[in-house]
């Protein structure tokens, strides 16, 4: 049973993530949906890069143009996904659309655009962000196990951080403080010494108030 002023730093805490996880995961989407797309330009094969590349461009100058109307910046990358469904560059312009739609609290449609990605998306990295953030998007509307089952499987171990600290919020808004301290302490395991992500788990984690994990060797040393 926990005591009245560890409910209080459970509430606070819901309610700091609840007004700031957002930008948090948008900005974390920004750059890592920029960095795919530079390795994504790279590995797409050179008899169909001129052709996507350009229809890339022209999202971008549609996207511009819309003046940060989200329908359009969304009926931009329609446009792409219909005409090369297969390139790096339309789960690009889908991820792009979804972050702009979500902005604007349009989240019905921004989820279209995370599960096309799902749906679509060859690489691991895309998937796993169009995961991630449609896992979030389901458990604003309280649907919790589905949000829960996109983060079992199809997540690339690169995003496991993020996708455990996700896991947490959502076990956190379900009431399991126990299940969501573990996952909270499980996606601090996994944060590298420069993850934006680690200061805010660490946080979490103290929070709920479990104490950051021994290291492997120790706790095993321990337990014999």
């Known amino acids: 049973m926990y005591d009245l002023e560890e409910q209080e730093k459970i509430d606070a805490l819901k309610g700091w993530w609840k007004e700031n996880r957002n930008q948090v995961v948008m900005a974390a989407l920004a750059g890592l949906v920029l960095y795919a797309g530079i390795t994504g330009w790279k590995s797409w094969k ?9 229809q890339f461009l022209t999202f971008q100058q549609a996207s511009t143009a819309a003046q940060g109307d989200p329908l359009k910046i969304q009926a931009a990358a329609r446009t ?11 789960s690009r312009a889908a991820l792009m659309a979804a972050v702009a739609l979500a902005n604007a609290d349009k989240k019905a449609e921004a989820q279209v655009e995370l599960q ?6 060859s ?4 998937v796993s962000l169009a995961r991630i953030r449609l896992a979030g998007l389901l458990a604003d509307q309280q649907k919790y196990d589905p949000a829960l089952a996109l983060l079992a499987t199809g997540v690339d171990a690169g995003f496991a951080t993020l996708a455990g600290d996700r896991r947490g919020d959502i076990l956190l808004a379900q009431g399991k403080v126990v299940e969501a301290r573990a996952a909270y302490r499980s996606a601090l395991e ?3 010494g420069s993850s934006p992500l680690k200061a805010g788990l660490q946080t979490k984690v103290d929070a709920l108030g479990g104490d950051t994990p021994a290291p492997k060797a120790a706790a095993a040393e321990g337990s014999k």
């Not at 792409?80 to 339309?90: I, K, Q, R, V, W």
């Not at 096309?116 to 998306?121: E, F, I, K, R, S």
């Open 46 to 54: 050179a008899s169909q890069a001129d052709q996507a590349a350009n």
């Open 80 to 90: 792409l996904e219909t005409a090369s469904p297969h390139s790096p560059f339309a």
């Open 116 to 121: 096309w990605v799902v749906d679509h998306a």
């Open 123 to 126: 690489e691991a990295e895309l």
């Open 190 to 192: 996994t944060a590298e």
